[in-house]
């Protein structure tokens, strides 16, 4: 072990390394961002869980639209479960791969909940792996409280590995992405989200949460809407935008379940899961 490579060099090893293990956006955050905007309680700042941090590591993987669009349905949640897992292998190897270079590193796990059950007393994890985002330049939080990417919109699933290397930061992104369309909140299967005067929606995370809970023991969980039918994203491009095919999907199932719009996004959902 040693500190065999300077920051520069590290930084672009480690870009190199997330690219080539399947990460699609990969950003750097100083630490000192948490105390900057401050937007969360100290005991979340990542030098409260490694006290030599200096800079946390960002990575994201996305969330394919056409599969996300069948939600809730087994295709999504096996999709999520697969994201959720290459997450946490790029996370641990990259890790690994910091440390044998003499930085003391960890990560912390893209979710970090034993159980959604556990959410619905306490709808939060012990680190905010979208403040992170936010903070390594990947992108600006939305309405949904969700982090909101050029490439992907919202739909990018997020891991934070602390290391205490010092690499140079990403900028933040200062315009915000979201523009408030409300089609997040108006297509929440709870009703979870109530405007403000602020960008960022009130939230009720415990009907997220109990709502949540009812998809894990029908075994399509999570739900995604939120994420689903927002406009932003480059993913768009290639996959397109239907705006009114997702506000109209409830009505339109509830009043002709068989309707041919939804048929295959139907199909999905009456196989693999209950
Ligand atoms: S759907 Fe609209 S309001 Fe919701 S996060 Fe996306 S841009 Fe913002
Ligand atoms: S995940 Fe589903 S229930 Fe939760 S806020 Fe988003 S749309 Fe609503």
Redo the contacts with the bound molecule.
Sequence with gaps: MGRSIGNQNLKQYIVRKAKQLGAEIVGFAPVSRWEEYNETKPSFFPQNILPNTKTVIVLGVPILIPMLDTTPSIVYSELYNTTNRLLDDIAYKITVAINAKGYQSIFFPRDGYGDISVLVPKPEAAFSHVFAAKYAGLGTIGY?HTLLTKEFGPRVRLVSILTEAEIAPDQIIKRELCIKCEL?GK????S??TTTENLIAD?DKT??AV??EQLKKELHY??????KVCPIGDDRKLFGNNTRKYLNEKKVLSRDPSNAEYSGWEHCRSFGSK
């Design positions: 949904n997040c297509c929440c299967p709870t979870a989200f939230m009907k997220c709502y949540h999570p739900c995604g809407v939120c994420i």
